[in-house]
């Protein structure tokens, strides 16, 4: 099936699960075996345009990494936010900066 951005209501997402085939439609004794897959930097480069279309189409986007083997989200969503960061598209989570005084939290 093709890949359709497209934003259908005020709230978009989009699930990022990965792309390991051989485990996709399997049994598998955790979920972190079935989405096993670390995204590439090109991988996730794809997304970019369609993302920032969706953000012009909606009023807020979403982007969920469900590809939960290892620390293979969290490293893939940092990923995508510096990829949107780099083509201008504006966007919160993942990699944020540094705040300018120490907080407790």
């Given amino acids: 099936m093709p890949r359709i951005a497209a934003a259908t209501h005020p709230v978009a997402y989009v699930r990022f699960h ?12 955790t979920s972190g075996e079935r989405f096993d897959w670390l ?7 794809e997304w970019v345009e369609p993302l920032g279309r969706l953000a012009q189409e909606a009023e807020e986007v979403y982007a969920f990494f469900n ?7 969290p490293r893939s ?14 966007a919160t989570g993942g990699v944020e900066p540094a705040p ?3 907080t407790l939290f």
Wanted: net charge positive; glycine share 4%; proline share 2%.
């Fill in 18 to 29: 990965g792309r390991n085939w051989k485990t996709w439609n399997a049994k598998t004794r």
């Fill in 39 to 45: 995204y590439s930097k090109d991988e996730l480069q």
């Fill in 67 to 73: 590809n939960n083997r290892h620390d293979y989200a």
């Fill in 77 to 90: 969503a940092n990923q995508l936010r510096e990829l949107l960061d780099e083509a201008g598209i504006r």
């Fill in 100 to 102: 300018v005084e120490p």
